[in-house]
């Protein structure tokens, strides 16, 4: 496969790629996960706010570790897809 047939959605053979669908085998799974990511984000932005409250610096990766909780968040909530 060429880099440009990469870089095109949907122009590879093999069929369309798509988020898996929540099931009731691994809905459990999803939730654990959405739990685990939520509490994580919570105490990241509980330890920033608590850091600026303090007056020490905050670390360069802590908004990339925020950012990153985020979009997987995200990406957990928008397996469902509407049919």
Do not use: C, H
Request: glycine fraction near 12%; avoid cysteine; charge should be positive.
């Amino acid at each position: 496969m060429a880099l440009s047939g990469a870089e095109i959605p949907g122009s590879r053979q093999g069929g369309n790629e798509a988020l898996p669908t929540i099931t009731k085998l691994n809905r459990g799974l999803y939730t654990l996960v959405f739990y685990i990511l939520g509490i994580a984000l919570i105490l990241l932005i509980l330890g920033w706010i608590v850091l600026t409250a303090m007056g020490k610096t905050i670390p360069d990766s802590l908004p990339v570790v925020i950012a990153t909780i985020v979009g997987a968040l995200v990406g957990a909530v928008a397996a469902e897809k509407a049919p």
